[in-house]
């Protein structure tokens, strides 16, 4: 008998401690702890347990705890996933969205632990939950904050670069000016004197050959210096009522345009008038048809096409050419952005200046490959019925 009184005692005090244990347990109400079986049905359930998830004890005892876990999660085979990696690692920690019984969705931090005899038997899992909703929830809009901040900071970085390339636009357009008109005098006496030089040399003279470069760089110079003048040239536009079919019309008319290359214009009728300077549009008109040609060095076909609507009358501009990379088509309007290797990469930053001096503007799509669609906008006057 006193042997079993002395036996009673620990066990007792054991009980005690497992009393304490579980009233612990039972009121902690800010974590969900329970017991599942070794299928993961739970067996035990604390205040907690009811507070995080909504279910009463007596509501969710032999259930299956996959009934926590959203549609997609127990579909994937989650919650059978988290027991095996439980009982063969003896403990397993997820993060995740759960279910509470009204169908809400909670963010949860869960651990799961392996419960082993002494024998090393499974019994079941221990099964902490945290619900961090709140946490993620501040975490989320801490990040959004951040988000916003960074879009800030790119919006305010693009602003200043679009400021220092105005200023080193303007500041490239006067110096192109100055220098272009101090060119024009000196290659146009290269050219008189090659000139002259042909006239008197006699047709055997093999120099003759050498004169030719010259007279065919002095070209390229010349094309150069029009066009840093046509860049920085900051003429106001005279804007009149102007029929774009006509511009189109003498602009294809003066186009060199080489056998390969078929050209259609599909002209709308009854095209309304735009307030435009002619003069400026059948520059820009010129550049594009110049770009299309030179994308099809193998030959393809070139369509200008006018059209309207209520508010725009357009004027398309395809090729059949090599198309623009991805990566280009923001960069095709910046002045100097060329990937031809005699090209200067001023025509399209003069077309864009051109159309915007003129109430317009301009898009592009391209097909590398395929070729490419620039298409210019004028609003129609308002002053139109
Ligand atoms: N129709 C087109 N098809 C394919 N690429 C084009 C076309 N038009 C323009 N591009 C691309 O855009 C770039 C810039 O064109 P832009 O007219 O400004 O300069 P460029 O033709 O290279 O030189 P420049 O016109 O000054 O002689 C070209 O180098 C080319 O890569
Ligand atoms: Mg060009």
Redesign the pocket.
């Known amino acids: 008998m006193a042997k079993r009184s002395r036996s009673d005692r620990p066990s007792k005090a054991l009980s005690d401690r497992g009393v304490r244990f579980r009233l612990l347990v039972d009121s902690a109400i800010d974590y969900a702890i329970f017991m599942l079986d070794t299928e993961g049905r739970v067996v035990t359930w604390n205040a907690g347990a009811e507070r995080i998830k909504g279910y009463r004890a007596e509501e969710i005892r032999g259930r299956h705890y996959s009934c926590f876990y959203p549609e997609e999660a127990r579909r994937a085979g989650t919650p059978a996933h988290l027991l095996e990696v439980a009982a063969s690692q003896g403990r397993c920690e997820d993060e995740g969205w759960r279910l509470r019984k009204d169908g809400s969705r909670f963010w949860a931090n869960v651990v799961i632990t392996a419960v082993r005899d002494g024998a090393g038997r499974l019994l079941g899992f221990s099964k902490v939950t945290r619900d961090l909703t709140e946490r993620r929830r501040a975490q989320e809009a801490l990040d959004e904050r951040a988000r916003a901040l960074e879009e800030k900071t790119r919006a305010l970085e693009a602003a200043q670069e679009a400021l220092v390339r105005r200023e080193r636009l303007a500041i490239l357009g006067q110096l192109a000016g100055g220098l272009s008109h101090e060119l024009r005098n000196p290659l146009g006496v290269v050219k008189n004197s090659a000139y002259f030089l042909r006239m008197v040399l006699p047709d055997d003279e093999p120099a003759r050959k050498h004169l030719a470069i010259i007279e065919r760089e002095v070209g390229t110079a010349n094309r150069i210096v029009t066009?840093l003048l046509d860049f920085a040239r900051v003429s106001v536009p005279t804007r009149v009522p102007s029929d774009l079919n006509t511009v189109v019309r003498a602009r294809l008319d003066r186009a060199a345009v080489p056998d390969a290359v078929t050209v259609a214009a599909t002209l709308a009728e009854d095209l309304p008038l735009v307030a435009v300077d002619p003069e400026q549009i059948g520059l820009a008109l010129g550049?594009l048809i110049?770009?299309?040609l030179?994308?099809m060095p193998g030959g393809g076909a070139l369509t200008v096409e006018t059209s309207w609507t209520a508010r725009d009358v357009l004027i398309g501009v395809a090729?059949t050419?090599?198309?623009?990379a991805p990566e280009?088509l923001d960069k095709?309007?910046e002045p100097l952005?060329?990937?031809?290797a005699r090209?200067?990469?001023?025509?399209?930053?003069v077309v864009k200046r051109l159309l915007e001096a003129n109430g317009g503007g301009i898009t592009v799509e391209?097909t590398p490959g395929q070729g490419?669609r620039?298409l210019a906008r004028f609003p129609r006057a308002s002053e139109d019925p």
């Open positions: 066009a550049n110049l770009n299309a030179q994308a090729d050419g090599v198309g623009i280009h095709i309007f952005f060329t990937t031809k090209g200067i990469g001023l025509g399209l930053s391209s490419s620039f």
